[in-house]
């Protein structure tokens, strides 16, 4: 049996017959066409699936779109305004931060509510702020360069 529910994505409503058990990772994918949210592991183990919900990164895969009505939620869709990338999402490419691209939104959109909350930031805080997101790339050291270069922290 369907439920009714309504979420708040990138600012807009949507009004969606779902079926209670399904995550909010799999109405995003499957039901919005947000497919920039990643399903890797579905056991909240590597980051892909994070979106901002209400201004904190969270694991979609483990959140029933339920638990989600009333939140404001960001995809990496709705991360870029008027035709402009994000400060994060801008200085994870100038800075080289992105190789396959599979880690990278989950990763971008943990950096944007980790600064959210921490506006200049230590390297070792970066680091900690990060650890729920993997990356098999780039050894991180260019995804914690772009971080510092967002929050205007001096790269060490």
């Known amino acids: 049996m369907k439920i009714p ?3 708040k994505v990138n ?4 009004d969606l017959e779902i079926n209670p058990w399904k995550t909010l990772l799999e109405v995003l994918r499957e039901d919005l066409n947000l497919t920039g ?3 890797g592991c579905d056991t909240g183990d590597c980051g892909t699936c994070t979106v901002i919900m209400d201004g904190k990164s969270i694991l979609s895969c483990l959140l029933l779109a339920m638990e989600a009505r009333g939140k404001d939620i960001t995809t990496i869709e709705g991360l870029a305004r008027e035709g402009r990338l994000d400060p994060v999402q801008e200085t ?3 800075h080289g931060a992105i190789q396959c691209g599979f880690c990278t939104p989950g990763m971008i959109l943990t950096a944007k509510a980790f600064l ?3 506006r200049k930031p230590t390297r070792e805080e970066i680091k900690f702020g990060i650890s729920g997101n993997i990356c098999r790339c780039t050894g991180y050291a ?3 360069e772009a971080i510092e270069a967002a929050a205007g922290v001096e790269s060490k």
């Open 116 to 118: 959210a909350e921490n």
């Open 11 to 14: 600012g807009e409503i949507y």
């Open 92 to 94: 994870f490419i100038s």
């Open 5 to 7: 529910i309504m979420l």
């Open 142 to 144: 260019k995804i914690i």
């Open 37 to 39: 949210t990643k399903r």
